[in-house]
């Protein structure tokens, strides 16, 4: 059902036609790529007029993170853990031509090495 409220107005074609063409584009002038798919952003500053906004629900990076290829986890994702993601995506070698998707957990956060293996494991 979410993805049909999402997709009412073409959102999730306009992002798969985006992705597409950064991959087009990388395939072409050489360059690698990352694409990565958080779920619903949570965590402060709270923009959005939703049930996050309302309970101020919180981020945190000492919270961990389930990652897997391609876009098949649905949940929420807290906001200093998609940048986190993203910053390891910059620094980390085993980062590269991937596509992930990340949701929150209540482990503990991934250290560099656990990045690492996450993106050697997709």
């Known amino acids: 059902m979410p993805f049909l409220i999402l997709n009412l107005f073409g959102v999730l074609d306009a992002k798969r036609a985006g992705e597409d063409a950064v991959k087009s584009a990388a395939d072409e002038a050489g360059f690698s790529y990352s694409i990565v798919r958080p779920g619903r952003l949570v965590g402060g500053p709270y923009t959005n007029l939703d049930l996050a906004n309302l309970f101020k629900i919180e981020g945190g990076a000492e919270n961990g993170v389930d990652v897997a290829g391609g876009d098949v986890l649905l949940g929420d994702c807290k906001r200093d853990a998609c940048?986190?993601?993203?910053?390891?995506?910059?620094?980390?070698?085993?980062?590269v031509d991937l596509e992930f998707s990340l949701v929150s957990n209540e482990d503990t956060a991934l250290t560099n090495d656990g990045w690492s293996s996450a993106f050697t494991s997709m």
Do not use: F, G, M, R
């Open 83 to 95: 940048a986190e993601a993203v910053v390891q995506c910059l620094e980390n070698d085993s980062c």
